[in-house]
């Protein structure tokens, strides 16, 4: 590896660079001497910090720092990265101390679950629960199975991070069983329960719970074994994962490239053979060479040919590249016409493409809910049910009230 793989280093900031260059569980010499050259007492550690915590690797910054350049570090700075990283483990401790009980309970209910992402991520590609950040629990079940755990997880003590405590209840169960993951919260701790694998379905359409589920392999995790996403299904996933949301934030590059490093024997030509047949092959190209290009991954010759092949997934990749440290990136979580052209960049059927079309009704189709009457209604002015239908007008002159009285308190 290079030291930074980030294409025009002269126009970077130092803090930029030495970021990258400490994002990485294994760090060579040329490395190490680039790190050391860096900490020189000019450096904005305020900035660097700062960029660490929006980009959800501090913790790999401070592994990286104490490790080399420990002595070089203001006192107070190292104070608050060991404070910042100490409290990381706990709570990361926590949460997978939760996710076991969950998947035991889940078990003994004859549900099958894939966990992925937070604590299972960390342990099999960063080989520890302290070296990433995470804040909540993924688990994919199968859609059939749903409904029943989101019952069995209620029961368990876990809350609806949301309802729309709709009038027609029939209707607001359907709309809760057609989400493609749905938040409960106990405590500390927020599980994300999906039936698909990303909410933009046109971008995972061949990923099937079943299919998924056949290829899953056996995870370590605090003395205890449970199945995750096999490993070139999961170098799969990064790839989308880090797509959907257009590469905003350098832990999900991190997340890439240390996935690659963990499997040094993987069978390249075919992985990129499976991710063709997946039909996401364009993300994973503009994965791959986004890791290559921003940490400078080294990446085998049959993927270098193929991306050379594809010179859109390169172009792609340098703009999310130019745009990673850009605080006025606009493809953020939200949908905006930016993300939705890049979206259409990435798909290859003619399936999915329709299917990116008419995700923009997700917008539309949330206003709708917020049109929808609710208990709240109902409260502000009781009326019988053949004139429920008055409650579609009520609702907007009872929300105006409330604003109203909200802003002149």
């Not at 260059?21 to 050259?37: G, V």
């Not at 057609?178 to 909410?199: P, R």
């Amino acid at each position: 590896m290079t030291a930074v793989g980030l294409e025009n280093k002269a126009v970077i900031s130092p803090e930029v660079e030495l970021l990258l260059t400490c994002c990485r569980t294994k760090i060579d010499l040329d490395q190490q001497a680039r790190i050391l050259h860096l900490l020189q007492p000019s450096i904005d550690w305020h900035t660097l910090v700062r960029l660490a915590n929006a980009h959800g690797v501090q913790t790999l910054l401070y592994q990286s720092v104490k490790s080399i350049g420990a002595d070089q570090i203001p006192i107070a700075v190292l104070k608050d990265l060991t404070v910042y990283a100490q409290q990381i483990s706990i709570f990361n401790t926590i949460l997978t101390r939760d996710l076991l009980k969950i998947l035991d309970l889940l078990q003994t209910h004859d549900i099958r679950a894939l966990p992925f992402k937070g604590p299972v991520l960390a342990a099999s590609v960063y080989g520890s629960i302290s070296l990433r950040h995470f804040c909540d629990l993924d688990i994919l079940v199968s859609p059939q199975d749903f409904a029943q755990t989101i019952e069995v997880l209620v029961a368990e003590g876990y809350q609806l991070a949301y309802e729309w405590n709709l009038l027609d209840q029939d209707l607001e169960l359907t709309l809760r069983n057609s989400k493609s993951e749905y938040q409960l919260i106990k405590d500390a701790v927020s599980i994300d329960l999906h039936q698909t694998l990303t909410v933009e379905r046109f971008l995972s359409s061949q990923f099937t719970f079943d299919y998924l589920w056949g290829n899953r392999e056996p995870v370590l995790l605090s003395g205890h074994t449970f199945y995750s996403f096999g490993s070139d299904d999961l170098l799969m996933y990064l790839c989308i994962h880090g797509s959907k949301d257009c590469w905003r934030k350098l832990k999900w590059i991190c997340d890439l490239s240390e996935c690659i490093q963990q499997t040094p024997g993987r069978d390249w030509l075919h992985f990129l053979q499976g991710a063709a047949q997946m039909g996401c092959e364009r993300m994973v190209l503009l994965g791959l060479c986004l890791t290559q290009q921003v940490l400078g991954t080294e990446l085998p010759d049959v993927v270098r040919v193929k991306i050379d092949a594809h010179p859109g997934c390169s172009r792609l990749a340098q703009d999310f590249a130019q745009r990673l440290f850009d605080q006025e990136n606009e493809l953020g979580r939200s949908f905006t016409p930016q993300k939705f052209i890049r979206h259409w960049q990435m798909t290859e059927t003619r399936r999915d493409r329709i299917a990116c079309i008419l995700d923009i009704r997700r917008p539309i189709h949330g206003f709708w809910l917020k049109c929808l009457p609710n208990v709240n209604d109902r409260d502000f002015l009781v009326l019988p049910k053949p004139l429920y239908f008055l409650y579609f007008l009520i609702r907007p002159l009872r929300l105006g009230l409330k604003h109203l009285n909200a802003a002149n308190p």
